[in-house]
């Protein structure tokens, strides 16, 4: 009986705990990782990101975030790698996907990467 009422309880606290989640706008979360390193062996400068930032980024997207970060994976040979990325954040309703896809191969083609890695997920917003 005891257990049944211990059982009972934590359930109702785990709904409970949870119905934040229900709250909220419904919204897509993408993220676009930007390699900064460049076939040759050099990297994208700081400066080149900042002018792909404001001529690119800014025209397509209204409202967005930039991270920087360092990725690190094993690479086809067995070696460790690592190569120094921004990640850009980007909240929309769904409808950013044609502006989000031209960044991507727009940023390749310029700089010469063979990918862009995108991630969408969806998610709920509230202020």
């Known amino acids: 009986m005891r257990r049944t009422k211990v059982s009972i309880a934590l359930l109702i606290v785990a ?8 709250k909220g706008d419904k919204k897509v979360k993408t993220e676009l990782y930007f390699g900064l390193s460049v076939p040759n062996g050099g990297v994208i400068s700081h400066a080149d990101w900042e002018v ?3 001529s690119q980024i ?5 409202g967005y975030s930039i991270v920087s970060a360092d990725g690190y994976w094993t690479s086809a040979n067995g070696s460790a790698a690592q190569e120094g990325s921004r990640i850009l ?3 929309h309703e ?9 960044l991507r191969a727009r940023y390749k083609r310029l ?6 890695m995108r991630i969408d997920q969806k998610v709920r917003v509230s202020f």
């Open 15 to 22: 709904i409970l705990s949870s119905a934040w989640f229900l």
């Open 52 to 54: 792909f930032r404001a």
């Open 58 to 62: 800014d025209a397509q997207l209204s």
């Open 89 to 91: 954040i980007c909240i």
């Open 94 to 102: 769904g409808d950013q996907n044609a502006a989000l896809d031209t």
């Open 111 to 116: 700089f010469r990467q063979e990918s862009v």
